[in-house]
């Protein structure tokens, strides 16, 4: 198992470009999560979804996009990005929404916004 | 405010000494706490909870309502345990409200 994936790795964006980061999991969760981390900060929750075909916003979700392609895959998309979304980005799963229950992380996409 | 603090960005400590890295907790509600780490070059996994009142890789956890902490702590220290170690809250019994301390990077010297 593969267990959560993240492409790509490294990104290096103009301002006002766009991109989408993707994210997928092989663990048959239910639930799916992306997280920013700034330096010197824990990681704060952008959006979530706690099944298939729902989406939530987190605690940052400002200038984000998300979609729940499938039970699979959960994609982050930027569409005019700015500097201050310069940060690593981390993709989680786990069973459910039950606090609970373990997240796993994928291992993080670095973008940059010039 | 809810918040997670780790006061510490750095811990140093020689091989085969005790380690304790602090954490406090500000939340109303009755707590979830987590230990999460990361290893270099590796992802972000849970390490303990505090509601399993597990030991893993040597460490434990002990919440203290009273202070508000949830301290890491191992007796002896192995250099395998550089790493990057996260304290997490979990509100209201959601995985969607976690909140993560900013991190204590511990560096075991030989």
């Known amino acids: 198992n593969a267990g959560v994936t993240q492409t790509p790795k490294f990104q290096v964006l103009k301002t006002g470009q766009s991109m989408t980061l993707q994210c997928a999991q092989d663990m048959n969760h239910n639930s799916m999560y992306w997280y920013r981390q700034d330096p010197g900060m824990g990681l704060r929750l952008i959006y979530y979804?706690?099944?298939?075909?729902?989406?939530d916003k987190g605690e940052v979700p400002n200038g984000y996009n998300v979609s729940r392609l499938n039970k699979r895959e959960f994609s982050l998309r930027l569409e005019s990005a700015a500097p201050s979304q310069t940060s690593v980005y981390f993709c989680?799963?786990?069973?459910?929404?039950?606090?609970?229950?373990?997240?796993?992380f994928g291992p993080g996409t670095r973008l940059t916004v010039l | 405010a809810q918040r997670v603090t780790q006061p510490e960005k750095l811990l140093s400590v020689f091989k085969g000494a005790p380690v304790e890295l602090k954490c406090n907790y500000s939340?109303?509600?009755?707590?979830?706490l987590f230990w999460y780490v990361q290893y270099s070059r590796q992802r972000l996994q849970l390490l303990l909870r505090?509601?399993s009142r597990e030991s893993i890789k040597g460490f434990t956890a002990d919440l203290n309502k009273g202070e508000t902490s949830f301290h890491l702590k191992k007796p002896f220290a192995q250099e395998e345990d550089s790493a990057m170690y996260y304290c997490a809250l979990s509100r209201d019994s959601s995985a969607s409200k976690i909140i993560f301390g900013s991190g204590t990077r511990l560096s075991i010297r030989p």
């Open positions: 939340y109303s509600g009755s707590p979830e």
């Open positions: 505090h509601i």
């Open positions: 979804s706690a099944s298939e075909g729902t989406t």
């Open positions: 989680a799963s786990s069973f459910s929404l039950q606090g609970t229950d373990t997240q796993y």
